[in-house]
């Protein structure tokens, strides 16, 4: 069984920063690529960052040059620094996550997700 733990929420004031950070655990036996996706009261969960196994990394438009995700070597943890936040960027953010298990079977999870408040 694979599941996603994040961390590292928490109440800031705009142009502060904050850290999250996701681990993967479990029967796990590869991971093809994490990211965070967020979510506001009444309102869709919207991507925000990607980062694969090359370690390649995609950012959503309201996001890039503010936010950098990267991955530790294993390629289970991801983190996702957040420079500059602003009081838009206040919102419950999920982690997800897609590989394989031991028994070479895909899993794909969401987090439990981790709120962070920006205030102005």
């Known amino acids: 069984q694979v599941q996603l733990v994040e961390s590292g929420g928490g109440s800031v004031q705009a142009g502060g920063s904050l850290r999250l950070t996701c681990r993967a655990s479990?029967?796990?036996?590869?991971?093809?690529?994490m990211g965070w996706y967020r979510q506001t009261p009444g309102q869709e969960r919207t991507f925000v960052a990607t980062v694969l196994t090359d370690g390649g990394a995609h950012y959503s438009d309201s996001v890039k040059d503010r936010f950098t995700i990267s991955r530790d070597g294993t390629g289970k943890t991801v983190y996702l620094q957040m420079n500059g936040l602003k009081p838009e960027d206040t919102a419950v953010y999920y982690c997800?996550?897609?590989?394989?298990?031991?028994?070479?079977?895909?899993?794909?999870?969401w987090g439990q997700g981790t709120q962070v408040t920006v205030s102005s």
């Open positions: 997800s996550g897609r590989g394989q298990d031991y028994s070479k079977r895909p899993w794909a999870l």
């Open positions: 479990g029967s796990i036996l590869n991971v093809a690529a």
